[in-house]
Every structure is written in structure tokens, then in C-alpha cells.
């Protein structure tokens, strides 16, 4: 009995213990720190250096293939760009009850009828202006040696000291090899042309059927949407994009053509010879900004140069012209236009440097109605609106 209650008693003490040593280190556990799991850093995407890097790709293989898909790429851009520009002509006919079609192949008629009509008629003053080997040249040859000739003594003498230390400095060494320049044959001409003749080709076919088809890509948007407001936000984007876009390349061209209708009117009075020719010049080269305008200027210079015989009437054709592209793109482009789509001086430069780099004068043509188009887009399209800030002059 007494046996039986001292290990009653052990047992008790002993489950005593164990449990104060339970709590205690019940209490160890709950006042110490809770150890925390590493921190797991993304590397993809959300690495700034890895989406710079993507970045810098992505660029890189667009401007690449840009380039090696100029031949596929320009003659799709400028049946896009033309269609803009043509289609309230298909819709004016369409509107009389004429089928879409044939208002759209009475268009491109019509607009290769212009064209052919114009190359026939400017044909021959192109010819004897813009070729190197032409009289009129030769003619500009000789009034810069004339200006030239005063200082031609001091540069002889400069040019025959130079020769004389030269023949004392070389009489040891062997004669320079003559270098024979190959000229070009006529199967590298042909493929040449044949390369621009199919771009050609493909830009008139993809305008047709572009004027022809309508909104067919509209439409095709639409059904594609699944909600009703989708559709309804996107209708009235593409329509608004279609029509500021049409009508600011529509106003351009306008522009354009009613300067070198005043430009020939100004070299007539001025009594430059071809006055039509020049004036298609401006009209065409002044699509091109900056350039265009710098180069109409350069050739109306030398034409005066040739073609008038005193300064003062040199001077004027110049002058002239260079009063009337002032008032052109300081009053008349602001007002038609409106401030709105005025870009960017710099991202203007910046784009025709880029496209006549990648793609040649059909980039250069190219470069400002892209940019255009892109404004206008980016003005209409929320997400776009920074895109937009940053086109934009003011």
C-alpha cells in the first residue's frame, strides 16, 4: 500500500515536470522570432535591364526588317496612303448611283491618265533642266568660271608651288596604276527597272481594290468584337481616323499643287523659261519637308542663273520663292490645317532622316504622312495619348 502510493506520488511529480517543461517551451517557441522565407526575386519580366534589353531587340529586328522588306512594304504603304487621299472621289461617285467598283477604276484611270499626261508634258523641260549633260549645264559651268576666274591666279600659283614640291618629293617613286571604272551594263539597268515597274505595278492593283473593297476591313472588325460597345467605340474611331486622315493629306495636296501653280506664275512674270515645269517641281519636291523646299531652291537658283543675265534678276527668282514658302508654311498650312496636327519639329527631321535612310527617297515621300497618320491615331486612341503628347509641337 504504502508502495503502491509513492509511485502514485513519483508519477505525479514526474508528469508535473513534464508538463511545466511542455509550457516552457511552448512559451520559448511563441517569444521567438518566426523565421521567414527568402524572398524569391523575378528575373522575367520583371527585370528593368532584361525588358531594356527586349527592348533594344525588338527595335533592332524592326528596323531590320523594314529594310530587307522595302520591295514588299513601300508599294503597300503607298496604295494605303493614295487610298486615303482617293477615297471621297469613289464615294462622291458612288453616291450618284455609280457602282463601287467602277468608280474605283474610273479613279485609278484617271489618276494614271493625270500622271501620264503630266511625265508626256514635262518630259522634255525634266530633260534639259535635271541632265547633268544638257546645254543649259554647260551653260552654269561657265558662269561659275567666270565668277571664279579672279581668284583663279592666286590658286595657280598656289596649285604650281604645290606641283613643284610634289615632283621634288616624288621623283624616286613609282607612277600611281590607273584605275578603270566599269560603267553600268545594260542587264544591271533592266533589273533595275524591273524592280520599280513591279513596285509600280503592285501599288496601282492593291489601290484598286483597296477603293474597291470600301470598309470591307471595318466590317470585318466589327463582327470580330464581342460587344456591342466595342464595336460602337471602334466605329467611331475608324471613322474619324479615315476622315482626318483623307482630309489632311487631301489638304496638303491642295497646298502643294496651288504653290506651284503661284511658282509658275512668278517665273513667268520673273522671265524664267519652262515656267510650268518649275512649278510642277515645287508642287511635287514639296511633299518632302525640308528637303524638298531646300532643293526646289537650289535648282530655281541655277536655272536663273543660266537662263537671266543680270544680277538683280537673279536675285529675284530666289527671293521670290523663298517670300512664297514662307507664307505657305507660316499662314496658309496653320490655318487650313490647324495647330493640332503640327508635329514635332525634331521628331519630324528625326523621321525623314530614318525612313530615307532605310528605304531612299520613297522613305523620304513616305516619312511625314506616316507620321501623320500616326498623330491622328494617337489623338483618338486613349491608350495612345502619350504617344500622341509626345508627336505633337506645342
Known sequence: MTNDQATDAGDGRSGGLAAGAAGDADEASAQAPALREPAVVESWPGWPGMRISLGVLALVAGIAGLSAGEALLL?????????????????????????????????????LAALGTAATQLAAPAQRWLNPKSPEWRKLELRIRE???PLESIQGAQERV??????AGDRGKPKPKEVVVQRR??????????????GAVSTIVLLYFLLASGDLFLRKLIRVLPRLTDKKTAVGIARTVQVEIGRYFLTISAINVGLGIVTAGMMALLGMPSAVFWGALVAVLNFVPYAGPAASLALLTAGA??????WGEILMVPLSFLVLTVIEGQFIQPVLIGHRLQLNVVVTFLAVVAWGWLWGLGGVVVAIPVLVALKICADHIESLSALGEFLSRE
Open 75 to 111: 508599294p503597300i504603304l503607298l496604295a494605303i496612303l493614295l487610298t486615303l487621299l482617293l477615297s471621297p472621289a469613289v464615294e462622291l461617285l458612288e453616291r450618284i448611283r455609280l457602282p463601287r467598283w467602277l468608280g474605283a477604276l474610273l479613279v485609278v484611270v484617271a489618276l
Open 147 to 149: 565668277i571664279k576666274r
Open 162 to 167: 604645290a606641283d613643284i614640291a610634289e615632283s
Open 185 to 198: 551594263d545594260i542587264f544591271t539597268t533592266l533589273d533595275d527597272m524591273s524592280v520599280l515597274l513591279t
Open 305 to 310: 542663273f543660266v537662263s537671266l543675265d543680270g
